[in-house]
């Protein structure tokens, strides 16, 4: 994690998004007075919100869901399901 202060911050953007871009950082803080101020880090890190549980009671799930599952892989694999 790199820390980097207002000014720098300013006069690098571009160069400090391109580190983040690439993967050369995870995160840089910028700092104002010393304190850190705010966070730069990629977008996909970005929380994506609740997820789980969504679809709770929309749908029943069969009790044979998992029936087809060794040929559903032989698929997969390429292979003439037997």
Avoid: C, W, Y
């Amino acid at each position: 994690m790199q820390t980097v202060n207002m000014l720098q911050a300013k006069s690098s953007l571009s160069r400090l998004v391109e580190a983040i871009e690439q993967g050369q950082e995870r995160e840089i803080i910028i700092a104002r007075n010393g304190r850190p101020a705010a966070k730069l880090v990629p977008m996909d890190t970005a929380p994506v919100g609740k997820r789980i549980g969504v679809a709770k009671g929309l749908f029943v799930v069969p009790d044979s869901i998992d029936a087809h599952n060794d040929e559903v892989a032989q698929l997969f694999m390429g292979q003439v399901p037997s």
